[in-house]
């Protein structure tokens, strides 16, 4: 099984590193200080509570026509560079490729299918808070890390089981799911949330969950992701919104969004697909989402970086 990262950061590195760790053959797609970083030093994944994992030597190349045709590409770039990365990976993908995206947002495999077609792409969807803390270093924040793949169309299939059974041996926890379409957006739910208050506040989600008034907006911004996925005929139930504050609850106190560290390092944003597309999705079916248009226009002399 060959497998390609495309985009090393956060998280391509962190399930990259996991799998190449575990032995399979992994090719990382990287750029600037972080690919020359691993070039010298390998790759590291640091985890306070779990111990680092090093992985001192990886294949790592800023060109994907150097590695060529793979079983699999794992996309995991920032939202604004999935037009380009899928141009970029056409020499990754054969006839028998299957494209895996673990970005965020909802519209994310609609680039993809036009890119590759509908067999090519699988659904996924990722839970791990990490971010490129110096090149060549992924630090993970808590214990959580988790995927869930599936086919768009259900069912199962062989390389969504062989990519589960990689996953799993490598100390992921990884999920097989008979409608991805619904993972995709119970995570969008939530993570529209934690990035809108994370990043229009400037705070980590101890502070938001523990002050009534900003409790209170989180659970508005996702209620109203679940009003508009229901309206696009996702099977969300109609109190999802209300069962993801305990989830909020059991994470640590630390825990940001990859956004607000993006704010923070003066980078350009994800807003326009996260709180925006919220807004867009919701206009087209006449759903009203003042919350996640307020984060929109507090955050638009942000968005394009500083």
């Given at each position: 099984?060959?497998?390609?990262?495309?985009?090393?950061?956060?998280?391509?590195?962190?399930?990259?590193?996991?799998?190449?760790?575990?032995?399979?053959?992994?090719?990382?797609?990287?750029?600037?200080?972080?690919?020359?970083?691993?070039?010298?030093?390998?790759?590291?994944?640091?985890?306070?509570?779990?111990?680092?994992?090093?992985?001192?030597?990886?294949?790592?190349?800023?060109?994907?026509?150097?590695?060529?045709?793979?079983?699999?590409?794992?996309?995991?770039?920032?939202?604004?560079?999935?037009?380009?990365?899928?141009?970029?990976?056409?020499?990754l993908v054969g006839p028998r490729t299957a494209v895996l995206s673990l970005q965020n947002g909802v519209i994310k495999d609609d680039i993809l299918r036009r890119e590759f077609g509908e067999k090519a792409v699988m659904g996924g969807v990722c839970y791990v808070?990490?971010?490129?803390?110096?090149?060549?270093?992924?630090?993970?924040?808590?214990?959580?890390?988790?995927?869930?793949?599936?086919?768009?169309?259900?069912?199962?299939?062989?390389?969504?089981?062989?990519?589960?059974?990689?996953?799993?041996?490598?100390?992921?926890?990884?999920?097989?799911?008979?409608?991805?379409?619904?993972?995709?957006?119970?995570?969008?739910?939530?993570?529209?949330?934690?990035?809108?208050?994370?990043?229009?506040?400037?705070?980590?989600?101890?502070?938001?969950?523990?002050?009534?008034?900003?409790?209170?907006?989180?659970?508005?911004?996702?209620?109203?992701?679940?009003?508009?996925?229901?309206?696009?005929?996702?099977?969300?139930?109609?109190?999802?919104?209300?069962?993801?504050?305990?989830?909020?609850?059991?994470?640590?106190?630390?825990?940001?969004?990859?956004?607000?560290?993006?704010?923070?390092?003066?980078?350009?944003?994800?807003?326009?697909?996260?709180?925006?597309?919220?807004?867009?999705?919701?206009?087209?079916?006449?759903?009203?989402?003042?919350?996640?248009?307020?984060?929109?226009?507090?955050?638009?002399?942000?968005?394009?970086?500083?």
């Open positions: 099984m060959k497998i390609a990262m495309m985009g090393s950061g956060g998280v391509g590195g962190f399930f990259g590193g996991r799998l190449a760790r575990a032995g399979y053959d992994v090719s990382f797609i990287a750029r600037g200080k972080h690919l020359a970083a691993m070039r010298e030093q390998g790759l590291t994944i640091e985890n306070e509570p779990q111990g680092n994992l090093h992985v001192p030597r990886v294949r790592v190349t800023d060109d994907p026509a150097s590695i060529g045709p793979v079983d699999f590409v794992i996309v995991s770039v920032k939202l604004w560079d999935t037009d380009a990365a899928a141009k970029q990976m056409r020499p808070a990490t971010n490129i803390s110096r090149p060549g270093t992924i630090h993970q924040t808590g214990t959580m890390q988790r995927i869930v793949i599936g086919e768009y169309g259900g069912g199962a299939s062989t390389r969504a089981a062989e990519l589960h059974a990689a996953l799993v041996a490598s100390g992921v926890t990884a999920e097989l799911s008979d409608d991805v379409r619904k993972s995709i957006w119970e995570k969008y739910v939530f993570l529209v949330a934690l990035s809108a208050a994370t990043t229009s506040m400037r705070s980590t989600l101890g502070p938001i969950r523990a002050n009534p008034q900003t409790r209170a907006l989180l659970l508005d911004l996702m209620r109203e992701a679940v009003a508009v996925g229901r309206a696009h005929e996702v099977a969300l139930p109609a109190d999802y919104a209300e069962s993801r504050l305990p989830f909020a609850d059991s994470l640590p106190a630390t825990m940001t969004s990859s956004m607000h560290h993006d704010l923070e390092r003066g980078n350009r944003l994800e807003v326009e697909w996260l709180s925006g597309g919220v807004v867009r999705l919701g206009a087209e079916k006449g759903v009203p989402t003042p919350c996640n248009r307020a984060v929109c226009d507090i955050l638009a002399l942000q968005a394009s970086g500083q």
